[in-house]
Structure formats: C-alpha cells, structure tokens
C-alpha cells in the first residue's frame, strides 16, 4: 500500500516503532519459511472470487446458512485442487474462508473424523475414514444433552445390546436424553457419533462412542425413529444448525460401536483395555487443546482493530489548545489496550505449546504410555477456561476502548464478540473444566498419591519456594522472580483450598460436602495454576530468541508486562501467599507504569506483527491497516439496505397515515 495513501497517524506510529514487525510475525508462526507458507496458503483463499461476497450483517440466518454452505464446498474442491491436506496449512485456509462465520459443516473436520481417527478400530477406520474424508457421508459429535453438560457420566441416552440379533438399540428414554446442541446436526449432516450409555444383559457399562446413520444418503429424510432438527437461533453462529436428536429404538449393527479400545463380542462379551476409558474423553481433550488458539486469535484481532483505531481516534486537545490527542496517548487507553495485546501473545504462545503437547502425548497414548495423560487433562480443561474468560472480557474491553464505533457491526467487533463468548460453555462449562483442573491439584497435597510430577507442576511440591524469595531484593524484571512470586501464590492457594476441605470434613461432612465447600477456592487455585503456566511458557518462549535480535528487547519487555499486569491485577491473592509484601505491590505498579511507556511507541508495531489482512479482520473499518476509519464508515453506511430508497414502505403504510391523521386535528 502506497504510504500517501494511510492514515497519517497510523504512518507516523509504523515509523517509529524500534524493530521490524515482520521479524515478530517470523516468531509467532515459528520461522520465516512457515510464514511464507502461511501467507501462500491465504492468498490462495483470498484469491478466489468465491470467498468473496458482500457483509454476512444484512443476510437472513437461512441466506447466511445457504452461503456458508457453498463456500464450503468450494472450498474443498479448492483444498483438493491445490493439495491443501496438512493440518496446519488447512487451518490457515479455512481462517481466511469463514473468517468468523461458523460453518455448517465444521464440526465434519474437527470432531467427526478426529474421532474416527482416534477411536475405530482398523477394521472399522478402513470402512468409514475415506467415507468422511470424500465427504461421501457428513457427520458430527452429538454428546450433550438437553439436560446434562459437562458431567458427561450422567447421559442419559441408552445403547441396548441385543446379542440375539447382534445389534444396538439406541434410545432416547427421557426429555433430557435429548441431544441438544451439536453442530451441524440440525440440516446438515447423515451420520452422527453419539455418546452413549451401553449397557449388556441390563447391566451399564458406562459411555461408549457409536456410528449412527440418522438420514437417507438419497433424499436427506430422517429415517425412522430418528427426529432430529434445528434448536433456533443462538447468540452467534448464525450459519451453523446446532440440533437436537432423540431416537426412539433405532437398531445399528454391532460393529457400530467405536472398538478401538473397548469392544463387545458377538455373545455379548465387554473386552476392553485397561485405561481405555479415558481415552473416550481424546476428541474432547483435542478440541480443549485447540481452543485455546483460536480463542487467542480472537483477541489478537480485536486488539489490532482497537489499537489502529486508538492511534486514528483524537479526541481533546491540551490545556494550551491546538491539536487534540491521539486516544492511544490517554493511559487510561493504555491500561485497556496494552494488558490486551501482552494476553494475546501469551494467550497465542501457550496455545500453540498445547497444540504441540496433545500430537506429543497422543502418540504417546498410542503405545500404550498414559504418563502424561492426566496432566494433558489438567492443563487443556483449566487452560480452555482461562483462555475463553479472558478473551471473552478481553474483546469486550477492546470494543468500550473504541466509543460508540465500537458498537457498530461495522467495527468487527460484535462477530468476535459473538463467537467468543459461547466458548466459555462449549466443551466444557469453565468453572466445571477449573474444578477438574483443581481435582488433578489436590493431588500434590498427598504425598503418597503417586501424581506424576512435571515442569509444569512441580514446584507445588517444592518446599523451599518461599525462602527462594525471601531475604532478596525484588527485581521486577527478572524472569525468574516474577514466575516463582506466581508459583508462590499457586502454591498456598492449593494449600488453602486443601485446608478448606480438612476442616470441613473434620467438622463432620463427607467430601462431597467438603469439595463443594471449598469448590470457589478450588477454581481460583486452579486458575492460578494455568496463569503461572501461561506466564512461564510466554518467558521460556522469549528465552529461545537470540538476545542480539532486534525483537528480544520489546518480547521480553512484553512477557515481562504481562506477567506483572497479572500481579497487579490480583494484588490480594500475592500478598496472602505471602509472595510479595505492601511495598513490594507498591513496586510492582511502578513497573507496570514504567513498562507502559516503554511499550507505548510500539503498539501498532506488536498488533501488526500479528499478520491481520483487512479482510482477515472482518473488513473491519476501525482497524483497516491504511487507518481511513472515516471514510470506511460513510461507505458502510451508505451501503445499508435501508438506504436503497429514501422513504421505506413501513413508512407508508404506518407512519404516514399515523402523521396525517394527527395532523388532520388541527
């Protein structure tokens, strides 16, 4: 883009910013050559005229569904075309195609065959994986119910083995045993993976996994005893069908059940492996593993749009008059903007770390090793908690950042908005996924318990912890200190909630009782615990740089910030911990302040160096990369289907005849 035609704020932020944004862009996809293969990807999206089309905003939820769909299957045929197969690069294209439109068929590609992958056994992977893959059958995960969530132990909906005629009965006994929510179920899909409680002879061998057809592959009709359909319209996800399903004894045939790991013989015969019953849990563990990324991305896009509007935006001049201010220059702004851009790189940073850790412990599942199981467990649940609740606040601070633009569907900021949100439910209610975190916790109070200790975990063990900061003058700005001030406070925090469950039990109660007494101080134990990971992981990460590259100063600089803005923010829980004293917490807001400045004439630098493309940010007109916010916004308005024509027809026929006849009172 030609610099005459930017923004001349926006030019004047890019000009003094003290490294090359291109060099963190490098960092962040892990090398200049997977750049170069990212952005090959994307403009192969960007360029097909398909995927191009006016805003999503003024479409029926039924108009928006049917382009989801064709884009879809565009988009496969594009994929196919150019031999997009490997998951990361299928990842970047599929960004750029939907961008924050959820498809129909999503679900197909992230749960569906996933499970397939994960859970069939041969014989059964080398019947339905190339179906699913040629999308000669559509399909998605149906395990949540109508009425239960999260505690998927409590399904309701049955699988009866009927060993004479070597078949399942799939039922839906109750109101509440109705599926409810999954994507793409509603009108999408003709194949479904439903969880299941399965039981032999009356007896009930818990969850199980099965491959149910519910529709004609001919005419797309439900088929019989199956009542599927689409739940209504929702927050967001205005192009996917999330449906509900009830069966009223559909018969599927034996080898429909997923056997990989557990099966049932022709007589009716339960073999399964030991520990395999975990491992029904792995498509969820995956998708946990993934959120946390896309999630990140999320508000690195909010927090670019925000940023590049701030440094657009003036607003009140000095005392003295002349030139009003550029918003990014308010510290209040600061203070909303900068804690966003830092959580966005940590947030990004620890995703992509989890990301790598399921592959690594999958394969490692795969030769019968569980070590690490359940800490992957721990980690992705309090993980995905964490990251949704603070993109979800995040975004929305970013949109107050923006004035009354930012409440305009013509910010970008309201898709983000939308779609982030419900991920504080979906794949697990975060304070339930925080408790599950906390369970895996308790563990380390109990020397005996034989939890596997980890570099993630181990320094809740670590008896010496607070005398390694005690006696020492507080540097702020050692990596070091500040993750073990963070360990410190995860450390009592634990401590406190197992204390809070002793003294219940002591008094009488059972642990049930005991759990739910201490179960707020748990969640915030367990959120303790995936900050001072986040915290560390984002150090560890800037470590790995060269300390002569350009970016390491502004990196660590940021991880620092990060790191210090969690302190600072929960001043209460550090100084209980008795990892920081009333002055050291005066100290620790110096350094924030101090860091704010340091950080200040490179914030457009850091939310460029995330790789946003205009049309990769909704066509967002706050956060354009050339900064023509103004004119952006009168082109979008004028675009309004209200202002094809000067006087609607609602006017004619109400309003008008309302006026005359007042007026004809007179």
């Known amino acids: 883009m030609a610099a005459s035609t930017v923004n001349s704020d926006l030019l004047a932020e890019r000009q003094k910013c ?58 496969m045929k594009t994929m196919k075309k150019y031999d997009i197969s490997n998951p990361e690069d299928a990842f970047f294209f599929r960004r750029i195609v939907y961008k924050h439109e959820s498809s129909p068929l999503g679900l197909h590609s992230v749960m569906f065959i996933p499970t397939l992958l994960g859970q069939t056994s041969p014989e059964q992977t080398e019947k339905w994986l190339p179906l699913a893959v040629n999308h000669q059958i559509i399909g998605t995960y149906a395990q949540t119910e109508l009425g239960h969530g999260t505690f998927i132990r409590a399904l309701e909906t049955t699988a009866h083995y009927d060993k004479e005629r070597q078949e399942f009965i799939m039922n839906t006994p109750t109101l509440t045993a109705t599926k409810w929510w999954p994507g793409s179920l509603g009108k999408t899909v003709n194949y479904a993976i439903v969880i299941a409680q399965m039981y032999i002879d009356g007896k009930c061998y818990g969850i199980h996994a099965f491959m149910v057809q519910l529709r004609s592959l001919e005419t797309h009709e439900p088929l019989p005893g199956v009542t599927v359909g689409d739940i209504g319209p929702k927050f967001g996800y205005e192009s996917n069908d999330n449906g509900f399903l009830r069966f009223d004894k559909v018969r599927i045939p034996r080898d429909q059940m997923l056997m990989r790991y557990a099966q049932v013989t022709p007589e009716g015969k ?117 990251s949704t609740a603070a993109v979800a606040w995040g975004i929305e601070a970013c949109r107050r950042s923006c004035g009354g633009h930012g409440y305009s569907e013509a910010s970008g900021m309201s898709a983000l908005y939308r779609d982030a949100l419900p991920a504080c439910t979906y794949e697990g209610d975060n304070n339930v996924l925080l408790l599950q975190t906390a369970r895996y916790l308790l563990k380390f109070l109990q020397p005996q318990s034989g939890a596997a200790t980890s570099r993630a975990a181990e320094y809740l063990v670590n008896a010496s912890l607070a005398a390694s900061l005690q006696g020492n003058a507080l540097d702020p700005s050692d990596p070091q200190t500040l993750c073990r001030i963070h360990q410190l406070r995860t450390q009592r925090l634990l401590q406190f909630a197992g204390q809070k469950m002793q003294d219940k039990m002591a008094s009488g109660g059972d642990r049930m009782e005991a759990w739910n007494h201490a179960s707020p101080y748990l969640v915030r134990t367990a959120e303790a615990f995936c900050q001072t990971f986040v915290v560390t992981n984002f150090f560890d990460a800037v470590s790995a740089i060269d300390k002569s590259s350009a970016i390491y100063p502004v990196l660590h600089t940021l991880a620092t910030f990060y790191a210090v803005t969690n302190i600072t923010e929960r001043t209460g829980d550090f100084v209980m911990a008795g990892a920081l004293s009333n002055e050291q917490v005066l100290q620790m807001y110096e350094k924030w302040d101090q860091l704010m400045v340091t950080l200040r004439p490179n914030a457009i630098g850091l939310v460029d160096a995330f790789g946003w493309t205009d049309g990769m940010l909704e066509d967002s007109c706050l956060g354009r990369f050339d900064g023509r916010v103004y004119e952006a916004l009168w082109d979008w308005a004028r675009a309004s289907p209200l202002n094809r024509t000067d006087v609607l027809d609602g006017h004619r026929q109400h309003l008008l005849p309302f006026l005359q006849e007042n007026r004809s009172k007179l």
């Not at 905003?57 to 989801?68: G, I």
């Not at 509007?309 to 003295?320: E, G, K, L, N």
């Not at 999958?362 to 467990?377: I, K, T, V």
């Open 18 to 75: 003290s490294f090359n944004p291109e060099l963190i862009t490098f960092f962040l996809d892990g090398g200049a050559a997977k750049t170069r293969r990212r952005r090959f990807i994307e403009n192969i999206a960007l360029n097909q005229a398909e995927f191009h089309h006016s805003s999503v905003t003024f479409l029926s939820r039924e108009e928006r569904y049917n382009l989801a769909l064709k884009k879809y299957i565009h988009a």
């Open 270 to 386: 339960y073999v399964h492996e030991k520990g395999s019953e975990k491992l029904l849990y792995g498509t969820m563990l995956f998708v946990r593993s993934v959120i946390v990324l896309d999630v990140a991305e999320s508000l690195a896009q909010a927090a670019t749009i925000a940023t590049r509007y701030s440094a657009v935006r003036r607003q009140t001049p000095d005392m003295d008059g002349g030139v009003e201010r550029q918003v990014l220059d308010y510290k209040t702004q600061q203070s909303v903007l900068l804690p966003q851009i830092a959580s966005a790189y940590a947030l990004s940073l620890a995703g992509k770390f989890m990301r790598e850790t399921y592959f690594r412990i999958n394969r490692q599942m795969e030769l019968g090793h569980y070590d690490e199981l359940p800490l992957l467990h721990a980690l992705s649940s309090g993980l995905k908690a964490v």
